[in-house]
């Protein structure tokens, strides 16, 4: 039998940017992508490289990116221009954000982000939603 987990209940949290951060879940959230964590390689391969095969080493990790799809509430406080996702991404602000695991333990990832993309959806055949991009700065905090 398998072991697998239902995404179903999955949360993606804003801080408030208090000290301690409060965090409050993103209101009618979809589909959740990411984090899409990487690591970067330098080629380093010398003209003596045993068999002509390429070497590498490793350099930094990329934390990447979380992409997530909201049925879009324009009034909305998690969303609207004057207080939401939109405001923290014209304003240039440093969020930390938290995706919240439906596992027994609740695992949470907390992030550092900014908020790079937010792309509005007027479906003729569908309801008003968004995507929402959040680029993650630093290493993420992993309990």
């Known amino acids: 039998m398998t072991s697998a987990i239902s995404s179903f209940g999955t949360l993606v949290k804003i801080g408030d940017g208090a000290t301690p951060d409060a965090y409050t879940t993103i209101a009618e959230l979809l589909d959740i992508s990411g984090p899409n964590f990487s690591l970067g390689t330098k080629d380093v391969t010398a003209q003596t490289a045993t068999g002509a095969w390429r070497e590498f080493v490793a350099t930094l990790l990329d934390p990447g ?8 509430i324009p009034t909305e406080n998690t969303h609207d221009v004057g207080a939401g996702l939109i405001k923290d991404m014209t304003n240039r602000t440093n969020r930390n954000f938290q995706v919240v695991w439906p596992d027994v333990g609740s695992t949470t990832w907390t992030i550092s982000t900014y908020i790079t993309g937010f ?11 968004a995507s929402v991009t959040l680029k993650i700065t630093g290493q993420p905090t992993i309990t």
Do not use: H, R
């Open 65 to 72: 990116e979380v992409t997530f799809d909201i049925n879009f």
């Open 119 to 129: 792309v509005p959806k007027a479906p003729v055949d569908g309801s008003l939603g």
